[in-house]
Protein backbone atom coordinates (compact mmCIF):
# COMPACT_ATOMS: atom_id res chain seq x y z
CA UNK A 1 0.00 0.00 0.00
CA UNK A 2 1.11 3.04 -0.79
CA UNK A 3 -0.45 6.00 1.34
CA UNK A 4 -0.61 9.33 2.41
CA UNK A 5 -1.12 10.31 5.47
CA UNK A 6 -1.87 14.16 7.23
CA UNK A 7 -1.74 15.13 10.53
CA UNK A 8 -0.90 19.15 11.32
CA UNK A 9 -0.38 21.35 14.48
CA UNK A 10 -0.82 19.13 17.48
CA UNK A 11 -0.11 15.43 19.10
CA UNK A 12 -3.82 14.38 19.15
CA UNK A 13 -3.59 14.71 15.72
CA UNK A 14 0.03 13.00 15.12
CA UNK A 15 -0.53 10.03 17.45
CA UNK A 16 -3.56 8.57 16.02
CA UNK A 17 -1.70 8.97 12.29
CA UNK A 18 1.60 7.47 13.46
CA UNK A 19 -0.85 4.46 15.42
CA UNK A 20 -2.41 3.35 11.84
CA UNK A 21 1.12 3.47 9.83
CA UNK A 22 2.62 1.66 12.77
CA UNK A 23 -0.14 -1.38 12.07
CA UNK A 24 -0.37 -1.18 8.76
CA UNK A 25 3.48 -1.50 8.84
CA UNK A 26 3.02 -4.97 10.70
CA UNK A 27 0.46 -5.96 8.49
CA UNK A 28 2.45 -4.85 5.08
CA UNK A 29 5.48 -4.54 5.81
CA UNK A 30 6.56 -3.49 1.99
CA UNK A 31 3.87 -0.29 2.17
CA UNK A 32 5.15 3.30 1.45
CA UNK A 33 4.08 6.27 3.56
CA UNK A 34 4.58 10.19 2.86
CA UNK A 35 3.54 12.26 5.58
CA UNK A 36 1.97 14.99 4.86
CA UNK A 37 2.33 18.30 7.39
CA UNK A 38 3.25 21.58 8.25
CA UNK A 39 6.72 23.20 8.00
CA UNK A 40 7.02 24.43 11.56
CA UNK A 41 4.96 22.56 14.31
CA UNK A 42 5.45 19.16 16.06
CA UNK A 43 5.18 16.64 13.20
CA UNK A 44 7.67 18.65 11.46
CA UNK A 45 10.29 17.41 13.75
CA UNK A 46 8.80 14.37 15.57
CA UNK A 47 7.70 12.39 11.64
CA UNK A 48 11.44 12.77 10.03
CA UNK A 49 13.25 11.46 13.83
CA UNK A 50 10.73 8.27 12.88
CA UNK A 51 12.26 7.65 9.31
CA UNK A 52 9.17 8.58 7.71
CA UNK A 53 9.42 10.93 4.22
CA UNK A 54 7.77 14.06 4.85
CA UNK A 55 6.51 17.23 3.33
CA UNK A 56 5.53 20.15 4.88
CA UNK A 57 2.85 22.76 3.55
CA UNK A 58 2.93 26.14 4.55
CA UNK A 59 -0.74 26.86 5.67
CA UNK A 60 -2.40 29.14 8.31
CA UNK A 61 -5.95 28.52 9.75
CA UNK A 62 -9.08 31.16 8.86
CA UNK A 63 -8.36 33.55 11.92
CA UNK A 64 -7.65 36.90 12.22
CA UNK A 65 -9.21 40.08 10.65
CA UNK A 66 -10.97 40.21 7.29
CA UNK A 67 -7.23 41.11 5.25
CA UNK A 68 -5.94 38.66 7.11
CA UNK A 69 -8.52 35.94 6.15
CA UNK A 70 -7.79 36.57 2.91
CA UNK A 71 -4.00 36.38 3.02
CA UNK A 72 -4.66 33.11 5.05
CA UNK A 73 -7.53 31.98 2.51
CA UNK A 74 -4.52 32.67 -0.97
CA UNK A 75 -2.18 31.16 1.01
CA UNK A 76 -4.35 27.55 1.01
CA UNK A 77 -5.23 28.26 -2.30
CA UNK A 78 -1.63 27.89 -2.96
CA UNK A 79 -0.91 24.66 -0.66
CA UNK A 80 -3.84 23.12 -2.86
CA UNK A 81 -1.56 23.40 -6.19
CA UNK A 82 1.57 22.60 -4.03
CA UNK A 83 -0.48 18.96 -2.53
CA UNK A 84 -1.57 17.98 -6.44
CA UNK A 85 2.32 17.86 -7.09
CA UNK A 86 2.84 15.99 -4.12
CA UNK A 87 0.10 13.37 -5.28
CA UNK A 88 1.60 13.33 -8.59
CA UNK A 89 5.03 12.54 -7.15
CA UNK A 90 4.13 9.78 -4.83
CA UNK A 91 0.86 8.80 -6.86
CA UNK A 92 -0.81 7.10 -3.74
CA UNK A 93 -3.38 4.48 -3.15
CA UNK A 94 -4.87 6.41 -0.41
CA UNK A 95 -4.88 9.59 1.63
CA UNK A 96 -6.13 9.75 5.37
CA UNK A 97 -6.40 12.92 7.28
CA UNK A 98 -6.36 13.23 10.55
CA UNK A 99 -7.04 16.96 11.29
CA UNK A 100 -4.71 20.34 10.92
CA UNK A 101 -4.81 22.64 7.93
CA UNK A 102 -2.17 20.52 5.98
CA UNK A 103 -4.73 17.92 6.15
CA UNK A 104 -7.66 20.04 4.76
CA UNK A 105 -5.32 20.50 1.43
CA UNK A 106 -3.84 17.55 1.06
CA UNK A 107 -6.87 15.48 0.86
CA UNK A 108 -9.12 17.79 -1.14
CA UNK A 109 -6.84 17.42 -3.44
CA UNK A 110 -6.89 13.25 -3.40
CA UNK A 111 -10.94 13.93 -3.55
CA UNK A 112 -10.66 16.24 -6.64
CA UNK A 113 -8.03 13.54 -8.33
CA UNK A 114 -10.63 10.50 -7.29
CA UNK A 115 -7.88 9.10 -5.17
CA UNK A 116 -9.81 7.22 -2.15
CA UNK A 117 -9.52 9.62 1.10
CA UNK A 118 -10.78 9.25 4.60
CA UNK A 119 -10.84 11.48 7.49
CA UNK A 120 -10.57 10.72 11.21
CA UNK A 121 -12.06 12.81 14.04
CA UNK A 122 -10.48 12.15 17.42
CA UNK A 123 -13.03 14.78 19.82
CA UNK A 124 -16.75 14.82 19.90
CA UNK A 125 -16.75 18.31 18.14
CA UNK A 126 -16.07 17.70 14.50
CA UNK A 127 -13.07 20.01 13.56
CA UNK A 128 -13.06 23.17 11.34
CA UNK A 129 -10.99 21.18 9.13
CA UNK A 130 -12.68 18.10 8.63
CA UNK A 131 -16.13 19.96 8.58
CA UNK A 132 -14.77 20.95 4.94
CA UNK A 133 -13.86 18.14 4.07
CA UNK A 134 -17.35 15.84 4.86
CA UNK A 135 -18.92 16.13 1.63
CA UNK A 136 -15.72 15.31 -0.55
CA UNK A 137 -14.52 12.02 1.37
CA UNK A 138 -15.12 8.58 0.80
CA UNK A 139 -15.09 7.87 4.72
CA UNK A 140 -15.48 9.53 8.14
CA UNK A 141 -14.32 7.61 10.79
CA UNK A 142 -14.43 8.71 14.73
CA UNK A 143 -14.38 8.06 18.24
CA UNK A 144 -18.07 9.66 19.78
CA UNK A 145 -21.33 9.50 19.63
CA UNK A 146 -21.88 13.31 19.53
CA UNK A 147 -19.31 13.64 16.41
CA UNK A 148 -21.15 10.30 14.80
CA UNK A 149 -24.56 12.17 15.35
CA UNK A 150 -23.32 15.34 13.34
CA UNK A 151 -21.71 13.65 10.21
CA UNK A 152 -23.59 11.43 7.58
CA UNK A 153 -24.64 8.55 8.40
CA UNK A 154 -23.92 6.57 5.18
CA UNK A 155 -20.35 6.90 5.45
CA UNK A 156 -19.61 7.62 8.59
CA UNK A 157 -18.16 4.74 10.90
CA UNK A 158 -17.52 4.84 15.09
CA UNK A 159 -13.97 3.17 14.93
CA UNK A 160 -12.38 4.62 17.95
CA UNK A 161 -8.93 6.33 17.98
CA UNK A 162 -5.89 4.22 16.63
CA UNK A 163 -3.64 5.51 19.84
CA UNK A 164 -6.13 2.84 21.63
CA UNK A 165 -4.76 0.01 19.46
CA UNK A 166 -1.00 1.23 20.01
CA UNK A 167 -1.45 1.06 23.92
CA UNK A 168 -3.63 -1.77 24.62
CA UNK A 169 -1.90 -5.02 25.38
CA UNK A 170 1.72 -3.57 24.44
CA UNK A 171 5.05 -3.70 26.54
CA UNK A 172 3.42 -2.03 29.91
CA UNK A 173 5.54 -1.71 33.18
CA UNK A 174 4.45 -1.45 36.52
CA UNK A 175 4.45 2.22 38.07
CA UNK A 176 6.14 0.86 40.97
CA UNK A 177 9.16 -0.68 39.56
CA UNK A 178 9.50 2.94 37.35
CA UNK A 179 9.59 5.10 39.97
CA UNK A 180 10.59 3.21 43.22
CA UNK A 181 7.43 2.63 45.04
CA UNK A 182 6.38 -0.12 47.31
CA UNK A 183 3.92 -2.27 45.42
CA UNK A 184 1.63 -2.21 48.21
CA UNK A 185 1.41 1.79 48.08
CA UNK A 186 -1.47 3.15 45.39
CA UNK A 187 -0.80 5.82 43.69
CA UNK A 188 -2.62 8.87 42.09
CA UNK A 189 -1.35 10.65 38.91
CA UNK A 190 -1.46 14.01 38.07
CA UNK A 191 -1.36 15.13 35.17
CA UNK A 192 -2.62 18.18 32.88
CA UNK A 193 -0.55 17.74 29.63
CA UNK A 194 3.35 18.13 28.56
CA UNK A 195 3.05 21.53 29.24
CA UNK A 196 0.94 21.31 32.36
CA UNK A 197 -1.70 24.04 33.02
CA UNK A 198 -0.59 26.79 35.06
CA UNK A 199 -4.10 27.66 36.03
CA UNK A 200 -4.82 23.86 37.54
CA UNK A 201 -1.14 24.07 39.04
CA UNK A 202 -2.42 26.69 41.49
CA UNK A 203 -5.38 24.37 43.06
CA UNK A 204 -3.32 21.35 43.04
CA UNK A 205 -0.42 23.22 45.17
CA UNK A 206 -2.80 23.89 47.35
CA UNK A 207 -3.83 19.72 47.46
CA UNK A 208 -0.62 18.87 47.13
CA UNK A 209 0.33 19.98 50.70
CA UNK A 210 -2.78 18.27 52.04
CA UNK A 211 -1.61 14.84 50.27
CA UNK A 212 2.02 15.30 51.75
CA UNK A 213 1.76 12.09 54.24
CA UNK A 214 -1.15 10.39 52.95
CA UNK A 215 -1.39 6.59 52.42
CA UNK A 216 -0.86 6.58 48.81
CA UNK A 217 2.02 7.68 46.40
CA UNK A 218 1.31 10.90 44.51
CA UNK A 219 2.81 11.15 41.07
CA UNK A 220 2.88 15.10 39.69
CA UNK A 221 3.42 15.96 36.30
CA UNK A 222 4.17 19.64 36.80
CA UNK A 223 4.62 20.28 32.83
CA UNK A 224 7.96 21.35 31.73
CA UNK A 225 7.22 25.04 31.79
CA UNK A 226 6.40 24.64 35.56
CA UNK A 227 8.45 22.05 36.92
CA UNK A 228 11.48 24.54 38.43
CA UNK A 229 8.94 26.67 40.39
CA UNK A 230 6.66 24.07 41.39
CA UNK A 231 9.87 22.04 42.62
CA UNK A 232 11.17 25.41 44.61
CA UNK A 233 7.48 25.64 46.20
CA UNK A 234 6.64 22.37 46.94
CA UNK A 235 10.57 20.72 47.90
CA UNK A 236 9.55 20.33 51.62
CA UNK A 237 6.84 17.75 50.94
CA UNK A 238 6.99 14.45 52.26
CA UNK A 239 8.25 11.59 50.50
CA UNK A 240 5.14 10.20 49.06
CA UNK A 241 5.17 13.51 46.36
CA UNK A 242 6.90 12.99 43.39
CA UNK A 243 7.32 15.76 41.13
CA UNK A 244 8.00 15.12 37.91
CA UNK A 245 8.31 17.51 34.70
CA UNK A 246 6.87 14.82 32.01
CA UNK A 247 6.50 11.38 31.79
CA UNK A 248 7.75 9.44 28.53
CA UNK A 249 6.00 6.12 28.99
CA UNK A 250 2.16 7.50 29.76
CA UNK A 251 0.72 4.04 28.79
CA UNK A 252 2.52 2.14 31.47
CA UNK A 253 1.71 4.51 33.89
CA UNK A 254 -1.81 5.14 32.90
CA UNK A 255 -1.92 1.28 33.23
CA UNK A 256 -0.80 0.97 37.13
CA UNK A 257 -2.24 3.95 38.91
CA UNK A 258 -4.93 3.68 40.87
CA UNK A 259 -6.33 7.03 39.87
CA UNK A 260 -5.34 9.37 37.19
CA UNK A 261 -6.10 12.88 37.82
CA UNK A 262 -6.49 14.58 33.95
CA UNK A 263 -7.47 16.71 30.89
CA UNK A 264 -9.86 15.24 28.14
CA UNK A 265 -7.07 15.61 25.15
CA UNK A 266 -8.57 12.74 22.54
CA UNK A 267 -4.91 10.69 23.23
CA UNK A 268 -5.21 10.87 26.53
CA UNK A 269 -8.75 9.26 26.85
CA UNK A 270 -8.52 7.31 24.19
CA UNK A 271 -5.90 5.64 26.26
CA UNK A 272 -7.43 5.77 29.25
CA UNK A 273 -10.57 3.97 27.59
CA UNK A 274 -7.97 1.46 26.29
CA UNK A 275 -6.67 0.81 29.56
CA UNK A 276 -9.17 0.71 32.03
CA UNK A 277 -8.03 3.34 34.14
CA UNK A 278 -10.42 5.06 36.94
CA UNK A 279 -9.93 8.91 36.27
CA UNK A 280 -10.90 12.11 37.69
CA UNK A 281 -11.43 14.75 34.15
CA UNK A 282 -10.05 18.59 34.69
CA UNK A 283 -11.33 19.25 30.78
CA UNK A 284 -9.48 22.27 29.74
CA UNK A 285 -12.03 25.39 29.00
CA UNK A 286 -8.94 27.20 26.62
CA UNK A 287 -10.06 24.91 23.93
CA UNK A 288 -11.79 25.23 20.63
CA UNK A 289 -15.58 24.48 20.88
CA UNK A 290 -14.96 23.77 24.75
CA UNK A 291 -14.55 19.86 22.91
CA UNK A 292 -12.88 18.85 25.65
CA UNK A 293 -15.51 19.01 28.09
CA UNK A 294 -17.91 17.45 25.31
CA UNK A 295 -15.27 14.58 24.94
CA UNK A 296 -15.37 14.18 28.82
CA UNK A 297 -19.10 14.01 29.38
CA UNK A 298 -19.51 11.50 26.59
CA UNK A 299 -17.42 9.23 29.75
CA UNK A 300 -18.92 10.92 32.75
CA UNK A 301 -22.28 9.86 31.44
CA UNK A 302 -21.55 6.55 31.14
CA UNK A 303 -20.40 6.17 34.83
CA UNK A 304 -16.68 5.83 32.81
CA UNK A 305 -14.93 8.76 34.79
CA UNK A 306 -15.69 11.46 37.40
CA UNK A 307 -15.19 15.13 36.35
CA UNK A 308 -14.84 18.46 37.71
CA UNK A 309 -15.39 21.69 35.57
CA UNK A 310 -11.84 23.88 35.73
CA UNK A 311 -14.53 26.64 36.67
CA UNK A 312 -15.70 24.67 39.99
CA UNK A 313 -12.17 23.45 40.70
CA UNK A 314 -10.77 23.73 44.44
CA UNK A 315 -8.06 22.35 46.07
CA UNK A 316 -11.38 21.52 48.73
CA UNK A 317 -13.09 19.91 46.26
CA UNK A 318 -10.73 18.08 44.43
CA UNK A 319 -9.55 16.23 47.72
CA UNK A 320 -13.07 15.53 48.03
CA UNK A 321 -13.44 14.31 44.88
CA UNK A 322 -10.24 12.31 45.28
CA UNK A 323 -10.39 10.94 48.75
CA UNK A 324 -13.78 9.48 47.80
CA UNK A 325 -12.23 7.15 44.57
CA UNK A 326 -9.80 6.62 46.84
CA UNK A 327 -11.29 4.80 49.63
CA UNK A 328 -14.06 3.26 47.34
CA UNK A 329 -12.08 -0.12 46.08
CA UNK A 330 -15.57 -0.50 44.53
CA UNK A 331 -16.10 2.67 42.74
CA UNK A 332 -12.47 2.52 41.45
CA UNK A 333 -13.41 -0.41 39.85
CA UNK A 334 -16.43 0.27 38.58
CA UNK A 335 -15.53 3.59 36.87
CA UNK A 336 -12.11 1.48 34.91
CA UNK A 337 -14.59 -1.11 33.96
CA UNK A 338 -17.14 1.12 32.36
CA UNK A 339 -14.11 3.10 30.58
CA UNK A 340 -12.48 -0.37 29.01
CA UNK A 341 -16.62 -0.69 27.98
CA UNK A 342 -15.61 2.31 26.04
CA UNK A 343 -12.32 2.01 24.60
CA UNK A 344 -11.96 0.87 21.04
CA UNK A 345 -8.68 -1.75 20.99
CA UNK A 346 -9.59 -2.53 17.44
CA UNK A 347 -9.43 1.14 15.96
CA UNK A 348 -5.88 0.58 13.98
CA UNK A 349 -7.39 -3.02 12.45
CA UNK A 350 -10.70 -1.63 11.59
CA UNK A 351 -9.29 1.25 10.01
CA UNK A 352 -7.06 -0.93 7.97
CA UNK A 353 -9.93 -3.33 6.95
CA UNK A 354 -12.13 -0.28 5.78
CA UNK A 355 -9.24 1.14 3.79
CA UNK A 356 -8.62 -1.89 2.26
CA UNK A 357 -11.96 -1.73 1.03
CA UNK A 358 -11.84 1.30 0.05
CA UNK A 359 -9.35 0.43 -2.56
CA UNK A 360 -11.28 -2.13 -3.53
CA UNK A 361 -13.99 -0.49 -4.39
CA UNK A 362 -12.33 2.08 -6.49
Known amino acids: MRLIVSAGGTGGHLYPALALVDYIKTQEPDSEFLFVGTTDRL ?29 NALIFVKSLGTSKKILKR ?4 AVVGFGGYPSASVVMAASGQNIPTMIHEQN ?3 GLTNKILVKRV ?9 AYNEFPKEKTKLLGN ?13 VHDIYNIPKDR ?47 DLQDLADNIHLLPYIDDMPSVLSSVDVAVSRAGATT ?15 SPYVTANHQEY ?22 GLLEHLHKMMSDDAMRESIGAKALELGKPNACEDMYRDLKALLEEK
Do not use: W
Not at 43 to 62: C, F, I, N
Not at 66 to 71: D, I, N, T, V
Not at 199 to 205: A, R
Not at 269 to 283: C, D, F, K, R, V
Open 43 to 71: ESKVVPELGYTYEGLHVKGMVGNPLQKAK
Open 90 to 93: FKPD
Open 124 to 126: SVI
Open 138 to 146: DEIVCCYDK
Open 162 to 174: PRASAVHGGDLKD
Open 186 to 232: KIVLFVMGSLGSASVNKVLEGALHSLAGADFDVLYVTGKNNYDEMKA
Open 269 to 283: LAEITSLGTPSIIIP
Open 295 to 316: NARELYDKGACDMILEKDLTSE
